[in-house]
């Protein structure tokens, strides 16, 4: 339990908002009120996952940068949309104004927060009596596990379906215009303002996510993976995997898979 209720906002000098109970509900007037006072009269205001709901309604965040949980982006970028939001990574600092994705990203942003204050030796120490790495690699972007075909649009379903069985051929925009019935020019127009990307880039985006189960289920070296996937080479696998996920696929599948013998590639 807290030992103070909102008037410890007037002595802290760090204010914590490790959560919020519902990003629908605006977050009561006098909580925004006592955490503008505080960052007024110099306080550091940290968010943690949803908490970035609680840090946006102050509107110290317009135009400025933050993150929170990939689960929430969404529902942020409309919410809040003068937040500059980074949905990849694990934390972002703005000096006084921090925030973290998920939970255990909270705790990357706290040791973060340390080593400014006390030095690496000092947030070094506290990462081993955690029993975690001082710093991780890469971003929340090897977590996103986001559909790249959406119920709303059948036509973008179909095409998953016929794209996914063949992920592994050579599939060309001439190919999927044929499959979708349209000219190039009309699926392309269609990729752009649905999902935001070249149907080439949404092929890309779908054998990076082929390629991420299959480092997490299996023991196929990486080149078997990137022939499975489409790939055509490790070189061209590595690229685009390092590229959307931060991280290579090696480095992936050592955090991501289960099981007490691994073959690694």
Not at 23 to 39: F, M, Q, T, V
Not at 165 to 180: F, G, M, P, Y
Request: one cysteine or more; proline letters at 5%; charged letters at 20%.
């Amino acid at each position: 339990m807290p030992e103070t209720g909102l008037s410890g906002l007037k002595q802290a000098d760090t204010i914590i908002i490790p959560g919020w109970r519902d990003p629908d509900e605006s977050p009561p007037s006098r909580l925004i009120k006592g955490l503008l006072e505080a960052h007024n009269r110099g306080a550091r205001l940290v968010s943690i996952c949803p908490g970035i709901f609680v840090l946006g309604a102050t509107g110290l965040l317009n135009g400025k940068g933050a993150t929170t949980h990939w689960r929430y982006i969404e529902k942020l970028t409309r919410a809040f949309p003068c937040i500059k939001l980074q949905p990849d990574v694990l934390y972002v600092d703005e000096g006084d104004l921090l925030s973290s994705a998920g939970s255990a990203a909270g705790i990357d942003l706290c040791l973060h927060i340390i080593r400014k204050d006390f030095g690496t030796v000092v947030a070094n120490r506290v990462a081993r009596r955690l029993v975690l790495p001082p710093h991780r690699e890469g971003g929340q972007a090897q977590f996103i596990d986001k559909p790249v075909g959406e119920e709303a649009h059948p036509w973008l379903a179909q095409l998953l379906d016929w794209t996914s069985a063949r992920i592994q051929k050579h599939i060309t925009v001439d190919l999927l215009a044929s499959v979708a019935s349209v000219s190039k020019r009309t699926l392309s127009r269609r990729f752009a303002g649905t999902t935001g990307m070249s149907p080439l880039e949404w092929v890309t985006g779908l054998r990076v996510r082929r390629a991420k189960d299959l480092l997490e289920t299996t023991t196929l070296s990486i080149e078997e993976i990137a022939e499975q996937c489409g790939f055509g080479s490790t070189a061209v696998l590595r690229n685009h995997f390092r590229r959307k996920v931060l991280v290579s696929p090696i480095t992936y599948r050592s955090q991501f898979q289960s099981g007490a013998s691994k073959t690694f590639s």
